[in-house]
């Protein structure tokens, strides 16, 4: 074909847009809150919230990937945008790199986007459907000052490092590409601006297994090429267990537990991070899992469960659990393992304290 | 098992799409059987005809622009040369099909249990009233929590999860000897994946019906095939136990599939991808669709299209470096 093999190069790694040095998190979260309203009634007036970002906290270190898991309606998408301020936050603050973003004395929003940048899971209805793919990646160093030629000679070479032909592939339009070169195109127009964050969101999820694999080496190299720092957000375990460093699983709005990816994939502490982890499935057919790690859907984000949001499916669900919700105990470092479970918690009151049965949901039964 | 004729059979299955501008040949040449109580899963990508081989067993292919060869055999019916009126009455009758997004599948202005009732009724000939006692009784049986208020309820208001198990108790509602599912777990998260999996395996088994499992995803095969068939570019590329195939593959592409699946415990090293996207079947190659991204790939692959070779007790594959005998791929591996 004519794709051609990434040209990776080593970068200089002392950046100068670097302010907090190597020691501040490029990002900090504090208590994100984002709730939808729901209207309803002949006024039109709000009747209930979907909380969908319901006060989540966790840093980004610089140079990471921070790998987010949870099913479908926990809020992942939703924290993405958040992130971006695609969607303003109602609540909480996100510092880049030391400066509060859209905060007095902090960074603009669109000098954040400069260095913050996204790419999402629909590859084909997230580019123009009019425009030439390299115009669409010219678009936003356009957009932020760049003459015509710069910008177009800009996104020529970011397409051959992403490892489409400028000269064949520059010209498409959208509809001309496959899926995988399609979503390279979109990673080109998230890198052109030389940002230093970049947040996939299910990046690589609507992609076949051998094109999704493609893109997997792809991201990895470019990272190392851009020294990047990655939010990585996906529903498939595998995948996230393969690209992080750091990870944090979601549940209902709320992180339910963060810390180094190995320490969660061998040593999960959370119930429903133990179930997330035993519903994979292993590849062998004379390891077929019998029992459901779990039994019913996720509730409904509008009303969620009081206390613990995962009581109403967890095996050891106690009053407590009902009565208030567990917190994580701070925000969690590069090597802390933090939970949000009243049962690794001394003060809850909660009969299971210090003596977590290891034989929930096999944890580590389908890994290798 | 293997004394009796199969359930199903399609032999030398070909299906053309034809327009003005082109001709898609979506499907070509494929030939498989499936017994009784077998649960046979065909694996491939987007675009590889997975879907449209299942379509053709039930006919449900635009009539006009469709042109479907080969011969496919149904309980020992010919579906290809059934009138239409037989045809309605087959499906979600002897054979009927769940489908991926339960949400577009079901009909969204009449309630779960009416849907159902109304199957039972169109096949049975039975009131509406007795064909609700039915539909609560499957919805019993697909373990749909609060049964009863669940009959009532419309598709929206139920969850994935749920909407995919009223689509499951509607299909099986005439007690079908043949279930098709096209890839209907690949919507739901991960916890409700599972339990819908063990779902249909134990259906399966209880009811002792042959299913044809489509996906895309290696570990749902592993997880509730007897039997798989790969599929690359239209055609079964190959085929066998699940065991075999999944253990010991033998086409490129089933390694390449194999080896480009992602484990956590390759981080930091390169996955071995498949070069390249699949082929536009506008224009299928003229070889081996599989060449142009096949690293074992020689001239011939090039010219001829490779024949399916038996490699062993109901196993084959279809590759120019296969020898008719248990042996491996001569070069390479």
Redesign the interface.
Known sequence: MTETAPSIAPVDPTDTRDRGGKAQPMLIARELKKHFPITGGILNRPVGHVRAVDGVSFTVMKGETLGVVGESGCGKSTLARVLMHLIPPDDGELIFDGEGVGARDGIEVRAMRRQMQMVFQDSYSSLNPRLPVEESIAYGQRVHGASAAEAKAASRLMLSKVGLDPEVFGPRYPHELSGGQKQRVNIARALVLEPRVVILDEAVSALDKSVEAQVLNLLRHLKRHFSLTYVFISHDLNVVQYVSDRMLVMYLGEVVEIGPVDDIYHRAKHPYTRALLASRLSMDPEIRVEEPPLTGDPPNPINPPSGCRFRTRCAFAESVCAERSPKLPGLAGSEDHFTACHMYDSASGHSRVGNVPDDLPACDAVAS | MTDQPPLLSMEDVSVKFVSREHTVHAVNEVNLTLARGEVLCIIG??GSGKSVTMRAIMRLLPMRRTKITGRISVAGQDILSMSQSKLSDLRGDLVSMIFQEPMTALDPVYSVGHQIAETVRRHEGCSIEAGMARALELLELVKV?SAERRLKAYPHEL????RQRAMIAMSLSCRPEILLADEPTTAL???????V??LL?RLQAELGMGVIFVT?????A??I?DRVAVMYGGRIVESGT??EV?RNPQHPYTQ??LS????????GT?????????PDMRRPPAGCSFA?RCGLAQATCFKTPPADVVIGTARSARCHLLTPAETAIQTGT
């Open positions: 990508e987007s929590p969850s994935g999860g749920l998260d991960a916890t409700v994946q599972i339990q999996l063990i395996r895309h995803d290696l570990g749902v592993a997880e095939a699940v065991s999944l390449g599939m480009s699946t992602v484990h956590g415990n390759m981080r390169d996955i071995e991808a498949i070069p390249g996207s699949p142009p």
